[in-house]
């Protein structure tokens, strides 16, 4: 109820403000149950993909923001779960994947934390390990922004990545090349403009 109460107020506000433009909302899936990763560069990241999926989604957020009372309330009425930007907190890999039981959808910014440079060693595997074991599809979502009020701000729904493709791999094997083609599809756009500038 609550995050309901939420997303419609907040709605009103940020997509006219930031001029949200979504794309590719063919590509979203009709069941409940997938990861949502986008790239980080802004803590407007999550509002940004929230507003434009309508569909209440679980994030995690790193652990520290649960330390001030007020907004581990705010977090926890929002459905958030706390996690070790180490990647190294087991019990959040098993709620994580309680949530995807549920029929639920789970949010995670695979870089763990927001960045300027564009590298495939910033983003963790974690999130292909949470897909592998919950036998879950992840639906990549690229960001471009400037962050900037009244600036045009993209949002790319990309087509899921299906995680049957990956089954026959090795644990290790797989959950690095479900999280290479997260990161190229994540940074799709960002890379084809870097290219147009160089030339």
Same mark, same amino acid.
């Given at each position: 109820?609550?995050?309901?109460?939420?997303?419609?107020?907040?709605?009103?506000?940020?997509?006219?403000?930031?001029?949200?433009?979504?794309?590719?909302?063919?590509?979203?899936?009709? !069941?409940?149950?997938?990861?949502?990763?986008?790239?980080?560069?802004s803590m407007l990241d999550p509002i940004?993909?929230?507003?434009?999926?309508?569909?209440?989604?679980?994030?995690?957020?790193?652990?520290?923001?649960?330390?001030?009372?007020?907004?581990?309330?705010?977090? !926890?009425?929002?459905?958030?779960?706390?996690?070790?930007?180490?990647?190294? !907190?087991?019990?959040?890999?098993?709620?994580?994947?309680?949530?995807l039981k549920k029929g639920q959808i789970?949010?995670?910014?695979?870089?763990?934390?927001?960045?300027?440079?564009?590298?495939?060693?910033?983003?963790?595997?974690?999130?292909?390990?949470?897909?592998?074991?919950?036998?879950?599809? @992840?639906?990549?979502?690229?960001?471009?922004?400037?962050?900037?009020?009244?600036?045009?701000?993209?949002?790319? @729904?990309?087509?899921?990545?299906?995680?049957? !493709?990956?089954?026959?791999?090795?644990?290790?094997?797989?959950?690095?090349?479900?999280?290479?083609?997260?990161?190229?599809?994540?940074?799709?756009?960002?890379?084809?403009?870097?290219?147009?500038?160089v030339k």
């Open positions: 109820m609550f995050y309901r109460f939420f997303y419609i107020l907040i709605k009103f506000i940020i997509i006219p403000l930031y001029r949200i433009n979504v794309h590719g909302i063919e590509n979203l899936p009709k !069941d409940n149950k997938f990861i949502v990763c986008a790239n980080h560069k940004f993909v929230a507003v434009s999926l309508n569909r209440q989604i679980h994030f995690l957020a790193k652990k520290e923001l649960f330390k001030n009372p007020f907004l581990r309330k705010f977090l !926890d009425l929002l459905g958030a779960y706390p996690v070790e930007r180490d990647g190294k !907190d087991l019990g959040v890999l098993r709620n994580s994947i309680k949530v789970l949010g995670i910014f695979p870089e763990g934390t927001r960045v300027k440079e564009i590298k495939r060693e910033n983003v963790k595997d974690g999130a292909g390990f949470i897909a592998l074991k919950s036998n879950t599809n @992840i639906l990549p979502i690229e960001i471009i922004s400037e962050y900037k009020i009244l600036k045009k701000t993209n949002l790319y @729904i990309k087509k899921p990545i299906e995680i049957s !493709d990956f089954k026959e791999l090795k644990s290790k094997d797989a959950m690095s090349k479900i999280m290479d083609e997260t990161y190229e599809k994540i940074y799709e756009n960002h890379n084809l403009l870097y290219k147009r500038k």
